[in-house]
């Protein structure tokens, strides 16, 4: 089997003006988004019918169709080893506990420069699991 070279990454975030240019911020860090949706119901469908899973999967917290907590959970009842990330721009202790109990690996702040993004979702990729209890910048 021939190693992949790049952290692949499926997206789902509702605001166009934030998923494109967070795209593009991805991509210069060296990930592949191989996958990008604005509601989190056709980011289960992607997961359903691809061949390739992503290696980690990021979602925004709210959204109109299916918002991340609920995106998660469902990910993660059907496919238990999904590494799944919940980007927020909302600072608020209750969504940071549900993420934790529908098993999001992190809650990260929208507004995260290039090298924490990058060094955050190398982390997780590798080691799975990181604490999230305060929203990391």
Known sequence: MIPKSKIT????????????PT????????????????????????????LI?????????EMPEMNGITLTKEILKKWPDS???ILTSEVDTFYVEEAKK?????FLHKIIDYKNIESALTDIYREGRTEIGELQK
């Open 53 to 61: 899973f992503p290696d980690l999967i990021l979602t925004d917290l």
């Open 83 to 85: 590494k799944v990330l």
């Open 102 to 106: 529908v098993g999001a690996l992190a």
């Open 23 to 50: 795209i593009e911020m991805l991509t210069e860090c060296g990930f592949d988004v191989v996958a990008d949706f604005d509601d989190g119901v056709k980011l289960l469908g992607f997961l359903e019918n691809t």
């Open 9 to 20: 990454i499926a997206y789902a975030e509702d605001q166009r003006w934030f998923r494109e």
